[in-house]
RNA sequence: GGGCGCUUAACUCAGUGGUCAGAGUGCUUCCUUUACACGGAAGAAGUCGGGGGUUCAAAUCCCUCAGCGCCCACCA
């Protein structure tokens, strides 16, 4: 057979996918049965089930866009342990999936509409989640075209999504067997209200980004407070300053009289001093140091307030609405007018009092949407919320007991700092793209609640329940047509589940209790047609591979909703790789115009360059900045081991090929070293050190396997020098696959004679040493 | 305000106590030898961020200073 003098991958990758897909042996239910080591007997299927199995769990990518090079990264290291284990004779499996990203997904699909001029609202409910599943479908494809450009071994037969039927399932059960454990409730708090989005988003979902603003110093009374939001006066209810500070010890507890504008006079009227009083109360938040040391406490628009005003027992005044308008207890002077045109207002008129002592320039903190950088507004709202005490213990536990470690090591203290102080998260959103709230509604509002251990809760005059389908009769007045509520769940309340959720559960999980609404949950038990479900064959998983920046969203959550709703860690180890950055060291993003497209490098340098070059770079500790560099050295390192195998097949000639990778018959040194290499690659890779056992393969096949062994034997035609040059390549070759796996699979094929779909590389056994 | 990471050849990075400090790319010289010029042979190139300390021995451990980057935090 004549080969090509350069390899070009162009011509073997997407060949190599499709032969990988017909082998089906990304199925670990296809996979070959394997002779367990020191057991001479053939395997059989009892053998089989003996086998270990290794399960792999993807971090979905969301769809908002196509994978860029950190997905690249993450999927490559993700499937160098996943193509190494099943060589191994792993029963390997990989879900692969992505994610809805309700509140990202959405803006996106927004902003597309923003072009033709449409808004959500125009388009209805229905209609905009038509656009949203269309979005879906695009963006869905063009990620699995990517992953298998990449070359990534999953398994497509067990694809999901989050928003599957399945998992809508799963959703409603976690979200109601929570409820039922009392993490979830509705509750009446500051929450972060983004006013473009016009939902409440989590606290982790506000960046805080320095502005230059100003400090005003405001008279009250007989002292002078300091705010950057002087707009929030008309909602103050109280003062307060540090338990310890003398200065005012005299004040504490007792009510202060303070001038303030009085806001029924209108507007085109001077502004005029309305008396007030105000409770002067004590709170070890206050910072004695900052300003006066008095602080305004305005309850209803700012988490801190909140609660000082929680434990103060302070009253709350809403005072900006969810457009950032102000509202009608802003008065006849105020209402109506935008925040910041309420400010001005409030300025000048505190100015023309004689209120204001000074303004002093101050830059700031200000939060913004992470999503749509709109500046956030805290707002007290009806929100759902999941209550944080239980599920950080369970977090915790994870880690302190080992039962999940971090690779590296160092990312456990982050975690656990993390977990120290945290408000509880606020779950519901006002988007349509999601999961929407498994709460129903009477629409009347007079119903008699007699039951009161019923699940039917009395909030705020809102009758609801908490039911996976809609009740066919309202449970609590018999008589209406319930209403569902509109909210959808925070993305990551799903993705909390992933693990177990792509499983199949809960169809293998043990029984809950019936509802109140007397419908018992038909869900449970679902016949399966294997013997066991998947969620009882593959859970828990090995191995969770994530970049940094997703783990107090996603890995925390998924550990302590695996923890209460499986009762097992959802992985045992969480590999945190390295962030790809540009050449300059900034950061990779597509509104930048840094990001690049792993497609154009794989065009033009080949996925196994990509995927080697990256590797090599893939270090524990140092993020890489990425250049092409190291993908021109994968390139040539794939055309050098293109032409080894030229070589070796050419001297080959007329020999067979020993395919069961004995030793040769030889006690040339090099066997010696492909053995350590070997023993090196395999721990070096075990121990997720990927750049290590990437240079260590590059340095042993270039350095030593060619330069040295192969020229030595252009001169020699002997048996023993043929077998070692043969056991040479073929444990390269297995060892390289996980790195290298189209061009390592296609020199296989060639040395078989042509492919063969029964008996690819891809499950031949590993080297031991 | 806390925490983490980084600072090694022109560039991108390995190297975490022990021979003259390594790789890829780039550069210089030679070699178009029948696997590969996406190659081979040889070579130049670094006060291992500054300073101090521990040690027989430090890029490697400790302290300190400086710069860069990231994360967390209720400075109104």
Redesign the pocket.
Known sequence: MELE???NHKSVEDRIYKLWEESGFFTPENLPPRQNQNEQKPASAEAMARQRKFVTCIAPPNITGELHLGHTLQLTLQDIIVRMKRMQGYITLWVPGIDHAGIGAQNIVEKQLAKEGIKRQDLGREKFLERMWQWKEKYGNAIMDQFKKLGISADWTRLRFTMDDQYQEAVKKAFQHFYEKDWIYKGERVVNWCPRCASSIS??EVN?VPEAGK?YFIKYGPFIV????PETRLGDTGLAVHPEDARYKNYVNKEIEVETIDNEIPADQPPKIKKIKLPMITDS???????T?I??VTPAH???DFEIGQRNNLLSIIVIDEHTRMNENSGLRYRGLKTKEAREQIVKDLETLGLIEKIEN?N??IGRCDRCNSVIEPLLSKQWFFKMETPKQLALEAIDTGQIKFHPA?WA??YR??LK?L?DWNISRQLWWGHQLPVYFCKNKLAEVKNQKSKVKNNNEEFFIISENKPKQCPICKDCEMRQSEDVLDTWFSSALWPFATLGWPTSAPPSSATSDGHSKATVGKPNKKTKSDFEEYYPTDLIVSA??IL?LWIVRMIFSGMELTKKVPFKDILIHATV?T???K?MSKSLGTGINPLELTEKYGTDALRFGLAS?A???????F?E??L??G??F???LW??S??VI?KMKHETWNMEHQLPNSKHPILQRMNSVTAEVTEQIENYNF??AA?TL??FI??EF??KY??ES?NKDDQETKDTLAYLLLTSLKLLHPFMPFLTEEIYGIIQGGANPKNMLLVQSWPTS
Request: glycine share 6%; charged share 40%.
């Open positions: 003098k350069t390899y606290d982790l805080y400090l300091a705010t950057t939001r938040s206050v910072d004695k140091e900052f300003g040391g602080v305004k700012d988490l801190t101050y700031h903190n160092r203290t982050p700092d993390w102080n408000r940094r920046d107090y950055l050449k300059d060291g950061r770079q270090s524990e500790l140092q993020d890489i900045r250049g560099d190291t021109i050295m390139k040539k794939a055309n050098k032409n080894i030229r070589y050419t750049a290590e240079n590059y340095r270039w350095h060619a330069d192969i020229e252009k």
